[in-house]
């Protein structure tokens, strides 16, 4: 993250804290477990606070090996996982979780250079492990976003794991600098590097839903939206969100209408639902797909994702002004 001597205005909030600056403000909120709100330049970003993902939908390959029902628990993990605690630290320094009384020692006028919210999460399988969400928030705005999963011995292989962040409308097109089409970790040999726009939220129409949209290697994705559900906002004009790599460090992202557990609920395409938010997850690993055949050949070993092992991705949202 960019070095900055803009300092943040911090708000120590009696079940949140707010940081705001030049044309953004943010809610960390406390008993939601998660980042409530998102605004820059006054648009909403966020329709549900962001949580670890485990799952992406069931493709038939997954069905022929029987993938999916091996590595179920990982669906409800990824629909349950409640957040166990939450952790503040101020330039770099942690503190005393300042809700109320406890904030009753901070004045109206309160600023920071740095502030890092982080969230522990237990999934819901058995045996459980740990997954942390660490938010850091400079002066420009931008926020580095670490996601660290604690692997766990008997957990069966995860089918991703990765950040999922909704958004209230509709977007009407993103663009990524990254490989061309539709990648997997197995499939990314005939994707081309480069700058690449996609009109709207494409879904690739299979009989049957499942897992579609992947980018691999990806440098950064800025999605353009146009409405809000702000009734008070009569402006139409499009506005963007950038996620970017952190250093070197390239990621995957899938940008759809709908959550993998929407697309695992459909059994033909006509019963998704009417699309209403925009759904970016963004991954630190993702299982192949596999299509040596879909009638019982598993994953190549190279291209399966370990729950026993530890896994760490780290992005930066960039901010307003960065």
Known sequence: ?????????????????GLAGEHFQYIFSYERGGLESLKQFGKEWLYRTPKPAFWRATTDNDRGNHFSETSAMWLGADLFSPCRSVAVAVNGQPITLPIAPENNRYSDNETAQTVTVTYTYATATV???????AYTVDGTGTIAVTTHYTGQPGLPELPAFGLRLIAPTVATEFTYQGLSGETYPDRMAGGRP???QVTGLPVTPYMVPQENGMHMATHWVKITRETTL????PDRDPFQLTV???????????????????LENATHIEELPLARRTVLTLFGAVRG??????????????????????????????????
């Open 1 to 17: 993250m960019a070095s900055t001597t803009t300092e943040l205005r911090v708000i120590y909030g009696d079940g949140t804290l």
């Open 127 to 133: 045996p459980a492990t740990m997954v942390t969400v």
């Open 194 to 196: 480069g700058t690449y």
């Open 230 to 233: 702000n009734n008070a906002d």
């Open 244 to 262: 970017r790599q952190h250093g070197d460090q390239p990621f995957a992202f899938s940008c759809l209408p709908y959550t993998a557990a929407e």
């Open 289 to 322: 797909v596999g299509g040596i055949d879909s009638w019982g050949a598993d994953v190549e070993d190279a291209y399966h994702v370990s729950a026993e092992t530890d896994h760490d991705f780290t992005v930066e949202i960039a901010g307003p002004t960065a």
